[in-house]
């Protein structure tokens, strides 16, 4: 990835992350909402009294990881020019090496006796464009996530549930259910494939060595916070869904924010 572009991807992936934990303030501020048992989002419910600048936090989050996944997809999109090795053996490129210093096929005779020499290469790796591209759509989610918000707060206020139950409560509540999913499901696959694209890449890059573990634990959080939706929407409590969820957002941030590391590290070592 060109450096322009690794450097400005890598400021605005870093800026999102911090927006997207904006609800992190509700320790510092009283927002009336128990953060064990509530939904994140209703943080930014139209009846909420920080209800708008939750929005806006979430919104601005959005827009900065959907402009940092652009950047990042299209520095991905372009030929990179050759394959050169470090001296400590690691590719300045997305080449394979076999040994220190050496890239995968250099020395190897081609036909004519030739040697290989270094390899033209192309930074259109699948999974970093599929990485990139869901993490495009988790920052568009994001963004419709803000301007589509709950009208109350469900799992805090018994009447708010009960028409909701009825159906009784704005469209919105729908929609917002629909791209909230969207944007989850955009960030699993985001997580799993830039990762793995890391590991590929170079397995001492800062992402590789902790996105696996961040995946994991991320999973687990989807999980657990699945399991205590569907017990909510059954009347069986909440099963701590607030504090699941809220692991599940943090885990996306700290995933985002060590992926801007690894790109701004990536550019210092060129």
Known sequence: ????????????????????????????????????????????????????????????????????????????????????????GRLTGTGRLTGPGRPAGA???????????????????????????ALAAFGAATVADSRLPLSCAATADPACAARESAGLVPATHTAHAVSSGLAMTAALVALVALTVAARRFDGRWPLARTGPALVAVELAATVWTLGAVAA???????????????????????????????????????
Not at 239 to 244: C, D, E, Y
Not at 247 to 260: G, Y
């Open 1 to 88: 990835m060109p450096g322009k572009v690794t450097r400005a991807s890598a400021a605005l992936l870093a800026l999102g992350a911090l927006a997207y934990t904006a609800w992190v303030l509700e320790v510092l501020v009283h927002t009336g909402l128990d953060p064990v048992r509530t939904y994140v989002s209703e943080l930014a419910a139209e009846d909420q009294p920080l209800g708008a600048f939750f929005r806006a936090t979430d919104l601005v989050a959005g827009v900065l990881i959907l402009a940092g996944a652009v950047t990042g997809l299209l520095g991905t999109g372009r030929p990179t020019g050759t394959e050169r090795p470090t001296r400590t």
């Open 107 to 133: 020395g190897r005779p081609q036909e004519g006796g030739r040697s290989s020499g270094p390899r033209r290469r192309s930074s259109r790796e699948p999974w970093a464009l599929a990485g990139w591209i």
């Open 232 to 270: 909510f929407e059954a009347g069986n409590g909440t099963w701590a869904l607030g504090a699941g969820q809220r692991l599940q957002v943090l885990l996306v941030a700290v995933w985002l924010a060590v992926l801007a590391y690894s790109l701004a590290v990536s550019q210092e070592e060129r």
